[in-house]
T-cell receptor, first 113, second 114 residues
Framework: KQEVTQIPAALSVPEGENLVLNCSFT??????LQWFRQDPGKGLTSLLL?????REQTSGRLNASLDKSSGRSTLYIAASQPGDSATYLC????????????FGKGTLLTVNP | DAMVIQNPRYQVTQFGKPVTLSCSQT?????MYWYQQKSSQAPKLLFH???????NEADTPDNFQSRRPNTSFCFLDIRSPGLGDAAMYLC?????????????FGPGTRLTVL
């Protein structure tokens, strides 16, 4: 059974700092990995999707990497801003004809002005 | 230009009183998903529809049912809510449910059981 772990559970940084969020998964037989953002009491917004054949994806100040063999992904946020404060969730996609996402519990990020 | 809409945003029900949550989409996606997310926990997939084909997760309690009358709408029915069913319920859609597709989430319905 796939298990997804995110470390740390919470992170507080001053504005402007670069930071890294970590995600690990137990079964490397995945099709893709996605990073989502969740604001308090809201739904999830997809940030980046990395196919299993890819090593990284970039969008603006965000860069996500994937090392499928070691079961790890990182989300790098450059020059953090208070508006980046949210919970960031990692999800791995697998299952072939019954493709589905398995989520981690997320990292709660607070960026202090 | 909301794409995945959930109603209501907040639902309060009594222990054992049936409740229905609604999800609609304007994306014309084939796949619709229902997730349950408890406080500080990972979203947990309950079931999904690929068009009219229903796919139930093995560990989804029988208390949870779903209907998809057409492409745009999907409903989550909780037949006899217990205190442990209090959670955020998230609806999501994807184009064809493959590994190339992003899932688009609605804002969620927060269910309180008294």
């Amino acid at each position: 059974k796939q298990e997804v772990t995110q470390i740390p559970a919470a992170l507080s940084v001053p504005e402007g700092e670069n930071l890294v969020l970590n995600c690990s998964f137990t079964d490397s037989a995945i099709y893709n990995l996605q990073w989502f953002r969740q604001d308090p009491g809201k739904g999830l917004t997809s940030l980046l999707l990395i196919q299993s054949s890819q090593r990284e994806q970039t969008s603006g100040r965000l860069n996500a990497s994937l090392d499928k063999s070691s079961g790890r992904s990182t989300l790098y946020i450059a020059a953090s801003q208070p508006g980046d404060s949210a919970t960031y969730l990692c999800a791995v996609g697998a299952g072939g004809s019954n493709y589905k996402l398995t989520f981690g519990k997320g990292t709660l990020l607070t960026v202090n002005p | 230009d909301a794409m995945v809409i959930q109603n209501p945003r907040y639902q309060v029900t009594q222990f054992g009183k049936p409740v229905t949550l609604s999800c609609s989409q304007t994306l014309n996606h084939n796949v619709m998903y229902w997730y349950q997310q408890k406080s500080s926990q990972a979203p947990k997939l309950l079931f999904h529809y690929y068009d009219k084909d229903f796919n139930n997760e093995a560990d989804t309690p029988d208390n949870f049912q779903s209907r998809r009358p057409n492409t745009s709408f999907c409903f989550l029915d909780i037949r006899s809510p217990g205190l442990g069913d209090a959670a955020m319920y998230l609806c999501a859609t994807s184009r064809v449910g493959t590994y190339t597709d992003t899932q688009y989430f609605g804002p969620g319905t927060r269910l309180t059981v008294l």
